[in-house]
């Protein structure tokens, strides 16, 4: 068993960055995912595994210097917030658009603007369906737990890898700011240069003689070249899709109405599932752990049997979008959340349920 | 069966935060699951500070509540916020320093703790919050003397470990001054 300790997310998340071997961390400060910074800051990681850990003069500058890592084929991350995140759309279209691996961290706040520093999931639109230009996809996993927090990120990095596509954790202000016990895997070393040479064929680490140029770029001028990298990039999309969809299905075996949540509101919807079944009410959770590729099959499967779907979400209504092209019209599908930074308790998670069977 | 939602609120500096974290590692040193869950941001500034904390023997759904098995309550604002969120059979504990309208529910458990009193009488102000989670433990010894001890060595550096005793000390008084009354 590892180590167990009591961490806030944003803690578990910089200290599973240590031990994964990440070798570098570019970001900027802002609430509510700082101690990810404060925290490698103050474990000074140069002098253990030689991570670097720096803050960049802006959260542009951040995205950048991970690119710019990543193209020599180090494990490089960057986390912020909402605000920050929308700053660096530019560089994760690049990244994507340049097929290196990395891995950036949103934890999310209420928006649209600077909104409040309070917890929201209203940054779903703008991490599965884009955010920068241009046809692509990120990885994107939703953490529910500050256990998760740890898991997902050595997992974000296996996966980008894996793809040569960047990965996103996409988390909230409250599991960023809980803490949970959280079991910590044991430290990977950093990889060698000489593995990086060997496993990286198309890093930048440093050209021979007579070999060819490796060249890392998002710019194709030739109109035919492009949509043949576009088309390379389809079907890498849809072989993520086939193997990297990942749920937890939880009292849904006899369920006929199922919550779907992903993150904070999969733990508060999960309470409310518990408080449904006490007063009888047949009622499950599907918790997305992947929002991008999207558990669509699951939730086919699970509206054969069912008799509606409540998609519970920090928002007005976005991975609402997902589940109803899921279902395809076949049984009713509604949206309940809070915004601004306001948390749906168990209760009102309860009762908005409630409504929607009442309503039928 | 373990499951304890509890919330506890009080003023910024009154060592509510470190109370909960304490609490919960005590839990996890006796091999339960737990949550802490602060209120965070500008609502902490100079004004109220408050944190839920759970402790159970099962995976721990809802971070977030809206009710509560114990409230343990610092000051008046969080006593208006809070009395009617506790369960009905709950237990509230407070100290009335500072409060000028006490509680009123007659369907759960009050109990008081003068641990500010206390502190001050004894020159332990810095320990004013282990008076307060001592009383609490007293009403509800849902972890150990033994494991709160562990969980004090886990969660203080080392520097810190010279006023374990102390702390200890503060728990005991709280389980001495603390009463029922209603």
């Known amino acids: ?360 | 069966m373990t499951n304890e939602e509890i919330i506890i609120a009080g003023f910024g500096g009154q060592g509510v935060l470190s109370m909960g974290k304490i609490l919960a590692y005590s839990g996890i040193m006796q091999n339960l699951e737990v949550s802490w869950m602060p209120s965070y941001g500008p609502e902490m500034r100079g004004g109220t500070a408050n944190v839920t904390v759970i402790i159970s023997d099962e995976r721990i759904s809802s971070p977030i509540l809206s009710a509560y098995d114990t409230a343990i309550i610092l000051n008046q604002q969080s006593l208006d916020k809070f009395e009617s969120m506790v369960k009905p059979g709950g237990t509230l504990i407070y100290d009335d320093n500072g409060i000028t309208v006490p509680p009123t529910r007659t369907d759960i458990n009050i109990y008081l703790v003068q641990a500010a009193k206390a502190a001050a009488e004894k020159n332990m102000n810095k320990i004013f919050n282990m008076i307060v989670l001592g009383g609490y433990l007293k009403v509800n010894p849902i972890v150990s003397l033994e494991n709160v001890e562990a969980g004090l060595k886990k969660s203080l550096p080392e520097r810190h470990h010279k006023l374990i005793p102390a702390n200890i000390e503060g728990l005991k008084l709280g389980a001495e001054i603390i009463k029922k009354i209603k």
């Open chain 1, 1 to 360: 068993m590892g180590e167990l300790r009591l961490m806030k997310g944003n803690e578990a998340l910089a200290e599973a960055a240590i031990r994964a071997g990440v070798d570098a961390y570019y970001g900027y400060p802002i609430t509510p995912q700082s101690e990810v910074m404060e925290y490698l800051m103050a474990a000074n990681p140069i002098k253990t595994t030689g991570m670097v850990v720096l803050q960049a003069e802006s959260e542009v500058a951040s995205i950048n210097m991970v690119y710019g890592a990543a193209g020599a084929g180090k494990m490089a991350m960057t986390s912020s917030s909402s605000p920050g995140i929308s700053l660096m759309q530019e560089g994760i279209s690049y990244i994507a658009g340049a097929e290196l691996p990395c891995v950036t961290v949103n934890v999310v706040r209420g928006g649209p603007g600077l909104g409040t520093i309070q917890p929201s999931q209203a940054d779903y639109f703008q991490t599965v369906k884009g955010g920068g230009h241009g046809d692509y996809h990120l990885i994107t996993l939703a953490p529910a737990s500050v256990q998760e927090m740890a898991d997902f990120l050595k997992l974000a990095f296996e996966l980008a890898f894996k793809y040569r596509n960047p990965a996103m954790i996409l988390s909230d202000g409250v599991i960023g700011q809980m803490m949970e016990k959280v079991e910590l895997f044991d430290p990977i070393p950093r990889r060698t240069d000489e593995f990086i040479k060997e496993t990286c064929p198309w890093a930048t680490t440093g050209r021979k003689k007579g070999t060819p140029h490796r060249i890392i770029t998002s710019l194709n001028l030739v109109a035919s070249v492009q949509e043949a990298f576009n088309k390379k990039l389809v079907d890498k999309y849809t072989k993520i899709k086939e193997n990297e969809v990942r749920c937890e299905l939880i009292n849904c075996d006899d369920a006929e109405y199922i919550i779907v949540a992903y993150g904070s509101s999969a733990r508060t919807s999960m309470k409310a599932v518990d408080l449904a079944r006490a007063k009888g009410i047949k009622a499950g959770l599907l918790r997305p752990q992947t929002l991008w590729p999207f558990p669509e099959k699951q939730i086919q499967q699970l509206a054969k049997t069912a008799k509606g779907f409540l998609s519970v979400e920090m928002s007005a209504g976005q991975m609402v979008e997902d589940v109803k092209l899921a279902v395809n019209g076949t049984v009713p599908v509604e949206h309940f959340g809070r915004m601004g930074g306001m948390i749906a308790s168990p209760g009102e998670i309860l009762q908005a349920l409630e409504n929607f069977i009442n309503k039928k």
